[in-house]
């Protein structure tokens, strides 16, 4: 076994790529397994967004975080979004990995940070002492191992205790290698789980990128309505700025590496 590199080369690109402009977002994959029954961005939000495209607006920021135990795929998911790569070859991820992703929802620039924790006991600490404050918790479990099922209410439950209200995805991965017959059985044991730990399921395969896109819009989609009428609702009125960081309608948001620590 291989260990993944500490840093990364990769430099973030200061414009927002066309494919990730967003308007509107896919409902849940299963309408029994999510309690999260949105499939589109609140008219309110829509209406506050309109609105600040023609004055001052700044750039929102949500903080993603993946758990899940060791070798279930969080990394290769992540980098099937972020990259549109996958690796055969396992290398374990050492403490925690950094991707940021830049979005442009509803004309606002929106930016998601995906938090990847390593799965290895040893790391646990580490990867842990960065879940405060996380929006979006995506616990992972693998399809073709249903053992890791059984770990996911202790992830969730260690996730959620220092982020902040979060929304919760249980994603189950590595659809390509199970047959339908498993799958359905898999399915209908994650949809289960998904209700009991107040979770929304999706399964997904980082080898064939399915329904990686999809979850990670509707994830931001969920995140970024949910930001905005939290912020709709502080500011009491729909005609205030919308944006944690004030710009002049400027990316200028701090450019981030991908970054290791351990
Ligand atoms: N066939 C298949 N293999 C996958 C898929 N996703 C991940 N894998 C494989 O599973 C292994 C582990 O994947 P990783 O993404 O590194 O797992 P991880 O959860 O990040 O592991 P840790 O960093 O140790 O917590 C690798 O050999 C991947 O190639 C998938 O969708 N399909």
Redesign the pocket.
């Known amino acids: 076994m291989s260990e ?1 590199r500490i840093s990364s080369t990769r430099k973030m690109t200061s414009a927002v790529a066309k494919d990730r402009v967003i308007s509107r977002f896919s409902k849940a994959y299963h309408a029994e397994g999510t309690l999260y029954d949105q499939s589109n961005f609140s008219p309110s939000v829509t209406s506050a967004c309109e609105q600040n495209r023609t004055v001052t607006v700044g750039v929102k920021l949500s903080k993603a975080v993946l758990v ?1 135990d ?8 992540v980098n099937r979004f972020c990259h549109d790569i ?8 050492i403490g925690v990995d950094f991707e940021v992703e830049k979005f442009s929802v509803l004309g606002v620039p929106f930016n998601l940070q995906i938090w ?1 924790t ?3 006991e040893r790391f646990k600490c580490i990867a842990a002492s960065y879940y405060r404050g996380a929006n979006v918790v995506i616990v ?1 479990f693998d399809m073709s191992n249903i053992h890791s099922l059984t770990h996911v209410q202790k992830w969730k439950e260690d996730a959620c205790d220092n982020a902040k209200d979060p929304i919760v995805f249980l994603v189950g ?5 199970i047959n339908e017959h498993t799958f359905l059985d898999v399915e209908r044991k994650a949809i289960d789980m998904a209700t009991e730990i107040q979770a929304e399921f999706w399964p ?4 064939t990128g399915e329904n990686v896109k999809e979850l990670f819009f509707r994830l931001v989609g969920l995140t970024f309505d949910k930001a905005v009428l939290d912020e709709l609702d502080a500011n009491k009125g729909p005609s205030k700025q919308i944006g944690t960081i004030s710009i002049s309608n400027k990316d200028v948001y701090e450019k981030k590496e991908k970054k290791k620590c351990c």
């Open positions: 993944k899940g060791v070798a279930v795929g969080k990394t290769c998911f996958f690796d055969r070859d396992y290398k374990a991820t990847d390593a799965g290895q992972c991965t590595k659809k390509d290698l997904i395969s980082s080898k």
